[in-house]
Structures are given as C-alpha cells and as structure tokens.
C-alpha cells in the first residue's frame, strides 16, 4: 500500500488539493468582483419561464396616462425657460428600452430589482428605470444579460431634484422606508404639500423632468435645513415592466 | 462513503442560497422581508463540520452574497461569527438535536447578521442609528428565518447528516 513514487520529491503545486483550493479562490473572487455576473446569468436563464407575461402592458398604458400629463407640462414649461438659455441633455422616448424584473427585492436591507436586459442592449450603470408613473432608480451594476437597479427609497440612494412650481431644488435621500426624505439646500424653501417634485433638468447626469413623487410631509424646524417625506408615483412593489432610459454616453 | 456523497451533495445545495435570495418568494416572507438562506444553510453544515469549517463556509457564503446585493454593507463579518460560533456548539450534541433549539439559533443568528448590517449602513450612510425601519426589516427577517429553520434545519441534518442507515 505504500507509494514509493511519493518519496521521489515534493511538490506543492502537484497535490491535488491545493488546485481546488486556488480555483475555488479564483471563482469565488469572480464572483466577487463581477458582482455576481455569472450566477445572474445563470438565473436569467434559469429564471425565463416565469418572466412576466404581457397581460400587464395594458395596466401599465393606463398608468402612463397620468405620467403623460405631468410631464407634458413640465416639459413645456421647460422648453420655454431653455430656448431663452441654453440647451442641456436632452430626453426622448426612443432612446428607452422595456425591460421585464426577475427579481425583486424592495423591502429588505438591500432595495433592488434585477431586469432582464443588460450591456447586450446598450444599458449602462447610472440610466434612469422608469415604471408606469416616474422614476423608480438608477441601474447600479450591469452583467451581459441583467442589469442591478437601485431603487430611489434603498438607503443612501441620492438624487437631484427640483420643485418644478417654485424652482427649489434639493437632494432626494433613500431612508429605507417607502418615502423617501427631500433634503432642501436653503434655509426658507417655497414648497407646499402637494408639489410635484421631478429630476433637476441642470442635471447632467439624469434626463430632466422625470416625475418622481409627491411631497406629503414638510419638517420645517429641522437643523440645518428643512426636509419634507415624498411619496413616490411608481410603486416598485407591483411593477413587472420597467422602461430604462439609455443615454448614449458611457460613464 | 454514503456520507462523503452527502456532503458533496450539501455543498451543491449551497448554490440554492443565492438563487432563493434572488428569487425571494413573496409569500414566503413578513413585511417584505424574506428568510436569510445563507444562515439557514450554514447552521447544519456548521454543527457538523465544527468550528473552522462553519468560518470558512460563513465567509464564502457572504463573498457570493455580496456579490448580489448592494455595495455598502457586507455580511462576511456575521457569517463568519455565526459559523465558528454554531460549530463551536455542535460539540455538544445534546443542545442541538431539538428543532426548537434550531429555530432558537436560526433566530439569534439572523438577529446578530441583521444588527451587523444596521450598524454597518449606520456608519456610513450617516443616517440616525435609531432607525425604525432597520429595526423592523433585522425583526421581520429574524422572525421569517426562525418559523421556518425549524423545519429546514432539521430536515436537511437528518436527509445529509444523520441519516438512518
């Protein structure tokens, strides 16, 4: 029973154990440092049958409609303040691609969505996820297939957003709850319960006028500058279909 | 030998853990929140591998599962606590044989795992540690896991581990 061959020398590099230990290593660190590429792809694949049917376009055609108004105001209010300045990035509805969710997770500690298109169709990390009603996140990561959204209300989400009624701009912070919280730059915002808040269009990084929520608290005592709670149109919860809007540029 | 063939097969159900967190059924979970697998897999491969293979299962557990969450917080370092510490007490047989001792451990353990992330996005998103909403995401997520280890857990350590021969 005793293997002579053995006695002849050691190598490390030829055991056995120590290769499954290294590629392990390696596989694991892949893994890592893709953010879960591979195993997304995996469960894409995995995942296809029970993707959502089209039976929710329709719901999703009714929803839009109040979407359309609000942005059409907001839209032309903007031409008109932009023909007399300058022009910035611009946002058209071709320039977007629907996108089913195959996996949602919108309560837990980590708020995302995982969508079912990716690089392959022209996605990029930081597009604007658009659900029947406004804005619902930024895509975070991208793998060939699938794409990572981060939902406005996961914590430390942030975003710049304006009132477009008074033109008080702030940064919209994901508190983990379902509104989130509108944290104002001055000291005396003019705004009101009610106010329609949307992306900032002196944005460069998201297309302008997206509608985003509802303000439906304001604290205006609190130090050093007031807040007010946002209720948000799009309610990730019960959306199957999302629009992600690309911008042409890689970042 | 049958043994052997048992592990492998456990280690193979570990490729459920990140499948199910994707997959987070919602009838499956209180407010939203669904069942922690990692800990769910990991206390029976801890209480019977020991310490030092519960450590290293917790830390691959946790590389791959931060792989599909959010950056920010990372469960590596509660993964790794709970698996030394649930090896630690698989030494002694008599404690963890009852499922109800299961779902007590499941429960603590998803506790600690939940409380590490709350302090972690404490510090750096510097919102106010006091938070109700972390508070009630670390409970509904303890809760879910601790109704359901003791069906799991028991399951998994008689079908891989203790099997009647």
């Known amino acids: 029973m005793v293997n002579t061959r053995r006695k002849v020398a050691f190598r490390w590099w030829s055991r056995k154990s120590f290769w499954y230990w290294f590629f392990l ?42 979407e359309q108004q609000i942005r059409i105001d907001l839209l032309e209010k903007d031409n008109q303040r932009l023909r007399q300045i300058l022009k910035l990035q611009n946002s058209s ?28 169709d022209g996605i990029n990390a930081g597009d604007a996820v658009l659900g029947p009603g406004g804005l619902l996140g930024l895509i975070e990561t991208v793998t060939l297939t699938t794409s990572r959204v981060r939902l406005l209300t996961a914590p430390a989400t942030k975003l710049g957003v304006w009132i477009e009624r ?9 508190i983990g709850t379902n509104r989130p919280q509108l944290n104002f730059l001055e000291k005396m915002p003019d705004a009101k319960l009610g106010d329609i808040v949307s992306t900032s269009p002196v944005s460069t990084l998201m297309p302008p006028n997206l509608p985003v929520g509802v303000i439906q ?12 709670v946002v209720q948000l149109i799009a309610s990730p919860e019960a959306i199957d279909w999302v629009r992600v809007q690309r911008s042409n540029e890689k970042r | 030998m049958k043994r052997d063939k048992n592990r492998i097969l456990y280690k193979c159900l570990a490729l459920l853990v990140p499948l199910m967190t994707l997959v987070s059924p919602t009838w499956l979970s209180i407010s939203g929140v669904g069942p ?16 030092f293979a519960g450590l290293f299962a917790g830390f691959c557990l946790g590389i791959i599962l931060d792989g599909l969450n959010l950056d920010g917080s990372s469960q ?16 002694k047989r008599k404690y963890s044989d009852k499922s109800f001792v299961l779902g007590t451990l499941i ?5 600690l795992s939940g409380f590490s992330i709350w302090l972690q ?8 540690f006091f938070n109700v909403w972390a508070l009630h995401t670390v409970l509904a997520g303890s809760i879910v896991s601790g109704l359901i280890a003791p069906l799991l857990c028991s399951l998994s350590l008689n079908t891989f581990f203790r099997g009647k021969p």
Request: glycine content about 8%.
């Open chain 1, 25 to 66: 290593s390696i596989f694991l660190l892949f893994i890592r440092f893709s953010k879960g590429a591979f195993l997304l792809d995996i469960f894409a694949v995995f995942s296809r049958p029970f993707w959502p049917g089209t039976a929710q376009k329709e719901w999703i055609v009714n929803g839009t409609n109040l």
């Open chain 1, 93 to 120: 509805k071709k320039n977007q691609v629907s996108a089913a969710v195959i996996s949602r997770r919108s309560k837990d500690f980590w708020q995302q969505l995982e969508l079912n298109k990716g690089a392959k």
């Open chain 1, 166 to 174: 008074s033109k008080v701009h702030g940064v919209l912070t994901g």
């Open chain 1, 217 to 228: 608290s304001i604290d205006e005592q609190n130090l050093p500058s007031p807040y007010a």
């Open chain 2, 36 to 51: 922690r697998w990692a800990e769910l897999w990991l206390l029976p491969w801890a209480l019977e591998e020991g310490p």
């Open chain 2, 76 to 91: 590596i370092p509660a993964l790794i606590f709970l698996g030394y510490w649930w090896g630690c007490l698989g030494r």
């Open chain 2, 107 to 111: 429960l603590f353990g998803s506790f």
């Open chain 2, 121 to 128: 996005q404490s510090f750096q998103f510097q919102g106010s």
